[in-house]
Nanobody, 125 residues
Framework: QVQLQESGPGLVKPSQTLSLTCTVSGGSITTSSHYWSWIRQPPGKGLEWMGTITASGSMTYYNPSLASRTSISRDTSKNQFTLQLSSVTPEDTAVYYC????????????????WGQGTQVTVSS
């Protein structure tokens, strides 16, 4: 059974870079035809897909509204993939989720095969 667990700081200062890690257990992030994604949910708003990295690591896809500030990478030795979001503002305060499966660029948790429990990140000075 594949499980995902997000980790990272819960508080980030404005203008800094937010860094989160998703650790995958029970399966490999190199599994063919799988995509590994980050999605967030600001308070009182819906889910927002942020970006995706392919199983091969050769391709990344980003939400155009966040592309200039977002970077997703992976570490196959640790079976992890990471999110970096630069120049954060209080508007980036949200619960951040990692997800995986055969789809990407979706904003509904039901469409992903694997879904983390989420981690709260607050941007505040």
């Amino acid at each position: 059974q594949v499980q995902l667990q997000e980790s990272g700081p819960g508080l980030v200062k404005p203008s800094q870079t937010l860094s989160l890690t998703c650790t995958v257990s029970g399966g490999s992030i190199t599994t063919s035809s799988h995509y590994w994604s980050w999605i967030r949910q600001p308070p009182g708003k819906g889910l927002e897909w942020m970006g995706t990295i392919t199983a091969s690591g050769s391709m990344t896809y980003y939400n155009p509204s966040l592309a200039s500030r977002t970077s997703i990478s992976r570490d196959t030795s640790k079976n992890q993939f990471t999110l970096q979001l630069s120049s954060v503002t209080p508007e980036d305060t949200a619960v951040y989720y990692c997800a995986g499966g055969s789809v990407y660029a979706r904003s509904s948790s039901d469409e992903y095969d694997y879904w983390g429990q989420g981690t709260q990140v607050t941007v505040s000075s």
